[in-house]
């Protein structure tokens, strides 16, 4: 059986054999959609950038396939978040980065402004887009990778984001104004894993999830029956679903705590560690959040437009 590294040195050797392209375009490949936006948006048509993982995948479990080795060993530049959210693909992208630029982006975020991780010691909570001040730190680790690997377009790279830098700003005052219109007594944010401390400290929410940061924690009955206990003292009538983490959990809860004479409903659905379907809004980094802030404003009590940022730049 071809073991990972020599599947990666073939990968690597057949990359140097292929010949130069005709086209001068950056070839980019990152792990998560989130990223994959983000050099979107700072390489515009100079690049072409491939995303591993789509809609609904889990980041922290998912492993490299044969393609994915071949893909990453072909690109001028692999992007990915590091902080342990690829867990399973850190020792892969480690060692490919002995033969291939490879960044790890929000790695560039000073560590006085990243939570600890419970789950691991001596490690960072990896869910740093979920506010989008902090997320223009990793947009800038972006253009900054992006420049070293293709200095020649230095300047188009870095207007490109500047005009997303400010696109992110717009979004964390519209993120601002809505959520504070929920009653101070209702930010409670209750999802099926622990991906929205970010933004819990970002926007004044008590954030609790089922699981831990990592997905691959287990939430056992205990747990289960500690949150339904929570559900009922704090009077807690909505919890949101996951669109990247099965729901049997989150639906367990809800069961438990009706069973306690206590109504609780799925205020919707928000997107952690994926995106929406690729054309969408949701599709979009900015679109996602603006989703996410949107969905649970309107499930929490507050105050905000039907379609978000979408009918608020409309009524300006």
């Not at 980065?97 to 402004?113: D, L, M, S, W």
């Not at 984001?161 to 944010?189: F, G, K, M, N, T």
């Not at 799925?266 to 929406?276: C, T, Y």
């Amino acid at each position: 059986m071809l073991t990972r590294r020599i599947v990666l040195s073939f990968a690597t050797a057949f990359a140097l054999a292929l010949p130069a392209a005709a086209q001068d375009r950056l070839s980019i490949v990152a792990t998560t959609g989130m990223i994959a936006d983000a050099a979107r948006q700072v390489g515009g048509d100079l690049v072409d950038v491939t995303a591993l993982m789509g809609p609904g995948v889990d980041p922290h479990a998912y492993r490299q396939t044969r393609s994915d080795i071949v893909a990453t060993a072909q690109a001028d530049l692999v992007l990915w978040n590091g902080l342990y959210l690829e867990a399973q693909l850190e020792e892969f992208l480690l060692e490919l980065a002995e033969t291939r630029p490879v960044v790890a982006v929000a790695e560039a975020i000073p560590e006085t402004q990243l939570i600890g991780s419970e789950d691991y010691e001596d490690r960072f909570d990896p869910h740093v887009w979920m506010n989008p001040n902090l997320w223009s730190r990793v947009v800038l680790a972006t253009r900054d990778a992006m420049i070293a690997a293709a200095p020649d377009h230095a300047e188009a790279f870095t207007a490109n984001a500047r005009s997303h830098l400010e696109d992110l700003a717009a979004l964390a005052v519209y993120a601002q104004s809505v959520l504070a219109s929920i009653p101070a007594e209702a930010r409670v944010l209750l999802t099926a894993h622990d991906a929205f401390n970010y933004f819990g400290a970002a926007y004044g929410f008590e954030v609790v999830g089922i699981q831990g940061i990592s997905t691959e924690s287990e939430a056992g009955l205990s747990r289960i029956a500690e949150l339904v206990d929570l559900l009922v003292a704090r009077d807690i009538r909505a919890v949101f679903v996951e669109s990247s983490v099965s729901d049997r959990n989150i639906r367990a809860l809800i069961e438990g705590a009706g069973a306690r004479g206590h109504t609780v409903v799925i205020g919707g659905e928000l997107f952690s560690d994926a995106m929406g379907a690729p054309g969408s809004y949701e599709g979009s980094y900015l679109g996602m959040i603006d989703h996410n802030v949107t969905t649970i404003a309107r499930a929490l009590g507050g105050q905000a437009p039907e379609r978000g940022r979408i009918d608020a730049l409309a009524m300006n």
